[in-house]
C-alpha cells in the first residue's frame, strides 16, 4: 500500500502543467487501488476541474472494486460538482460495472440514484439486458427505478420497456 505521501505527491503531479506528467500520475494512482479512494476524493472536493478529471479517471481505472467507495462518497458528498466527478468515473467501468451499479440503482439515498442512472444511460445499449431484468423483477422499486432509466435512454431503451409494441 502506498503511504500517505507518495499519494500527496501524485496528486500535486495531476496539477502539472506537463500533459504526460499529468497522466502519469493517474496511472499511478490508479494503481495503488482501492485504498487511495478516500484521499482522492477527499483531493476532488479541493481541486480545480482539470484536476479532478484526471483524479475520477484515475479512480475509474481500478475498476469495479471502486463501485462502493464511490457510491459511500456520493452518499456523504453535498457537492454537486463532486457527485458528476464521481457519476463519470463510475460510467467510466463500461460493460463491467453494470451489475454492480445495477444493485445501487434503488438505493435510499436520492443522489445515489441519480448517480447511477446517468451512469448505466452514459453506458448506453450494454447496459440494456440488465435494466430489463430488473424493470421485469420483483421489487416493486427497483422496477420503477429501472423503467426510468430505460425510458431516459431514448429510442432503445423504450423498446426494450414495450417489446411487444414493435411494429
Same mark, same amino acid.
Given at each position: 500500500?502506498?503511504?500517505?505521501?507518495?499519494?500527496?505527491?501524485?496528486?500535486?503531479?495531476?496539477?502539472?502543467?506537463?500533459?504526460?506528467?499529468?497522466?502519469?500520475?493517474?496511472?499511478?494512482?490508479?494503481?495503488?487501488?482501492?485504498?487511495?479512494?478516500?484521499?482522492?476524493?477527499?483531493?476532488?472536493?479541493?481541486?480545480?476541474?482539470?484536476?479532478?478529471?484526471?483524479?475520477?479517471?484515475?479512480?475509474?481505472?481500478?475498476?469495479?472494486?471502486?463501485?462502493?467507495?464511490?457510491?459511500?462518497?456520493?452518499?456523504?458528498?453535498? %457537492? $454537486?460538482? +463532486? /457527485?458528476?466527478?464521481?457519476?463519470?468515473? &463510475?460510467?467510466?467501468? !463500461? #460493460?463491467? *460495472? @453494470?451489475?454492480? =451499479?445495477?444493485?445501487?440503482?434503488?438505493?435510499?439515498?436520492?443522489?445515489?440514484?441519480?448517480?447511477?442512472?446517468?451512469?448505466?444511460?452514459?453506458?448506453?445499449?450494454?447496459?440494456?439486458?440488465?435494466?430489463?431484468?430488473?424493470?421485469?423483477?420483483? %421489487? $416493486?422499486? +427497483? /422496477?420503477?427505478?429501472?423503467?426510468?432509466? &430505460?425510458?431516459?435512454? !431514448? #429510442?432503445? *431503451? @423504450?423498446?426494450? =420497456?414495450?417489446?411487444?409494441?414493435?411494429?
Amino acid at each position: 500500500m502506498a503511504g500517505k505521501e507518495e499519494i500527496y505527491a501524485l496528486f500535486r503531479a495531476v496539477g502539472e502543467p506537463d500533459l504526460e506528467a499529468r497522466r502519469e500520475a493517474e496511472l499511478a494512482l490508479a494503481a495503488i487501488g482501492p485504498s487511495a479512494i478516500p484521499e482522492i476524493i477527499a483531493a476532488l472536493e479541493e481541486s480545480q476541474a482539470t484536476m479532478r478529471w484526471y483524479l475520477a479517471r484515475a479512480i475509474a481505472r481500478m475498476g469495479v472494486a471502486s463501485v462502493d467507495p464511490v457510491i459511500e462518497a456520493i452518499r456523504l458528498s453535498g %457537492d $454537486p460538482d +463532486l /457527485r458528476r466527478y464521481l457519476t463519470g468515473s &463510475l460510467a467510466s467501468l !463500461g #460493460e463491467a *460495472g @453494470i451489475p454492480h =451499479l445495477i444493485r445501487h440503482l434503488a438505493d435510499d439515498d436520492v443522489n445515489v440514484r441519480g448517480a447511477i442512472a446517468l451512469a448505466l444511460c452514459r453506458i448506453g445499449e450494454p447496459a440494456i439486458p440488465a435494466l430489463s431484468e430488473a424493470a421485469d423483477g420483483d %421489487d $416493486p422499486f +427497483l /422496477r420503477t427505478c429501472a423503467e426510468l432509466v &430505460l425510458f431516459r435512454m !431514448g #429510442e432503445e *431503451g @423504450i423498446i426494450a =420497456l414495450f417489446p411487444d409494441e414493435e411494429g
